[in-house]
DNA sequence: CGTAATTTGTTCGTATGTATG
DNA sequence: TCATACATACGAACAAATTAC
């Protein structure tokens, strides 16, 4: 699922990947996705990695995140 | 009795250092073990530290942990 | 019964050092 | 030199379980 020689970076993979799982509507609208600590199991990956994933989903409009919480898929999937 | 500065993980130090004073009989069994915040103080580490050292106790079968109570020393160093 | 304190569990924020390409 | 990636470490906030009052 995740290619760890690939010319892709790993960070980039893993967003992709969740990015893809909010669409399927595997993560669902105000529910939380992963935890840094869930995506590092789960993808085998550095917390680092999933921060920076996490980063660009940020930057993506797609979830928020809070402190001590965890971060969240956003009720509107890119609007106004 | 740490060295913050060497090679060896602040984590695995302390865990050594716990061990030890199980095996010298100052921690006994079915008794429980300092605090995370007390080993915060008493070794001048971060909890996240101290929670890895006993993490580590986990895995060498040292401890035994209950949420709300604290960490306990193994009755049985080991047998079976 | 409710409240507070203690303790472990979980989560994100940040910084540093190392290694690789 | 820079980006990527991993490991370590400290800090802060939030949460749940237990115990004392």
Do not use: C
């Not at 893993?14 to 993560?27: F, M």
């Not at 609208?29 to 980063?55: F, H, M, W």
């Amino acid at each position: 699922m995740i290619d760890h020689e690939g010319p892709t970076p790993l960070y980039v993979q893993v967003a992709d990947a969740i990015q893809a799982r909010i669409e399927a509507g595997e993560l669902l609208p105000d529910r939380p996705i992963p935890s840094e600590n869930q995506l590092v199991q789960e993808y085998g990956i550095a917390r680092g990695t999933a921060r920076k994933a996490i980063q660009l989903l940020r930057e993506r409009g797609l979830v928020v995140t809070v402190v001590g919480r965890g971060t969240f898929v956003v009720a509107e999937p890119r609007q106004g």
